[in-house]
């Protein structure tokens, strides 16, 4: 089974929609969109509405309806320089 | 017998108008041991914070010297510091002491990885004020495991984050992270075969977001120490769109840190 969902940059608002499997784990989501967008090596999470998702998380666990939207935010670590 | 007052001699009480907040909890926050990890421009703004609100005991951990470039970010460095020879710990504490003459702070020139769990025990709460994610695993695990909140920021240009950790019951650092933060450990620390070369790059930070970042931490551990609920359980700063949103995170069941044995 296959869902659909939309994936927003936090950083510059461009949206792209990702078609998952539901092994699909959310480090996958990450890897995937951060090739795609050509992000700066760096930290970063995937939120799902008020929640941040864990990175071994699959789809199947996610309960992710079809077209919903998920965003990629840089996670920062900066702060002692 | 009445008791006797004096006219305006409440003004001479520094802590008065905080005083008027009525959840905080005064004689906590004066005993409370705390520990600043890293003096850097996080720290800065945190030793400030706390200082001016009412803590009298901090201990300021860095191994680090001051440089030019600090300046534009840290509130208690001057100019001339970076040719003084002395450390930021020490510097931060011999400043904060002007702040408050009766602040009790100790400068501790040296390593996040010399604190273990022993060390971490003799501290209220622990602020995290530092910069790569092996220091932050570092004091996450060991804090957690001596069942000491930990309150860590990170700040990336106009973005910043604090998570409030209070053991055992809510998720830790590590519940969070995922292969991209691994991969910057990969890159950090490249192996030449013959010795480890530490690769630190330098990130875009600037005073506004820090200041928010570490008022936050502080806010969260005076809440913490007063006790109050500290949030659920990591806020994201965006200060470009100007907003901020606290996002919930469940406890990793893989994370090494919640092992059964250890939640017992």
Redesign the interface.
Known sequence: MVVRVRVRN?ETGATVDMELEMENT??EI??GV?AYWEKD?????I?KG???L???QKVQELEIQANEELEL????????? | MAELIRPGERDEDRHDRTRLVPWVDFGRIDSAKVLVV??????NEAVKDLALFGFHHLDVL?M?SVVR??LSRCVLFREGDQSSGKGKASLVAERARELDPELQVTAIEGRVQSLGPEEMKRYDIILG?????TA?LHMNANAYHARVPYVD????GF???VQAVVPPMTPCLQ???????F??LE?RFSCTGQDTVFY?P????EITT?SI?AAVQVREAVKILSGRPAIS??M?Y?GVAGTS??????I?P?CPNHAPAKLS
Not at chain 1, 73 to 81: F, K, M, Q, S, V
Request: charged share 30%; net charge positive; hydrophobic share 30%.
């Open positions: 936090a959310v480090e990450i890897e951060s090596p760096g930290a970063y999470v939120r008020r929640r941040l864990r990175g071994q935010i840089p996670d920062p670590e900066g702060g002692n320089r | 890293g003096a850097g421009a996080l720290g860095d680090d470039s600090n004020c530092l910069d790569n994610v932050r920021g990170g700040t990336d973005r910043g984050r519940c969070g992270m995922n292969r991209s933060h991969r910057i890159r630190q330098k990130r875009a930070a820090t970042i359980h990591v994201h965006d949103e606290v996002l919930a995170l469940d990793d893989g």
